[in-house]
């Protein structure tokens, strides 16, 4: 969780401000970070969760057991932010449905709320629909 935090200050937001965090922990126990970053055109703009998972991705890593993530204005942990619909099914692709989503609430003193893939992305679309 405190990559998470530290990885919000990688974020390039200079439009909308807010700087999204996240770590992802492999199955292996190797961290992968990630942070969002902003496009002037907008659309090509990619959210952290899905950096992490691309690094991870692109560097051979398949089984993953958590995600952690912060955000908040200006790389400052402001409550809760929820990954995105598309960042889930990221997650749908590359997880099982017991993976751990870490919310992070707070910096200090550290709270978080420890979700499921299955609790934010209920019947979901998955790999095993294309089998
Ligand atoms: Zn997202």
Do not use: W
């Not at 099982?96 to 979901?124: C, G, M």
């Amino acid at each position: 969780m405190r990559e998470a935090v530290h990885a919000m200050k990688s974020a390039y937001a200079p439009y909308s401000g807010y700087c999204v965090g996240a770590a992802l922990e492999c199955a292996d126990g190797t961290v992968y970070t990630g942070c969002n970053i902003e496009n002037a055109s907008y659309t090509p703009t990619v959210c952290g969760e899905r950096v992490a998972f691309f690094k991870a991705v692109s560097e051979g890593k398949r089984d993953f057991v958590r995600i952690a993530i912060a955000g908040g204005k200006g790389a400052v942990v402001e409550g809760i932010f929820p990954p995105c619909g598309v960042c889930r099914q990221v997650m749908s692709e590359f997880c099982r449905s017991d993976f751990e989503v870490l919310l992070i609430k707070n910096e200090e003193p550290l709270e978080y709320e420890d979700h499921t893939l299955a609790e934010l992305l209920p019947y979901r679309f998955s790999p095993d629909h294309l089998r």
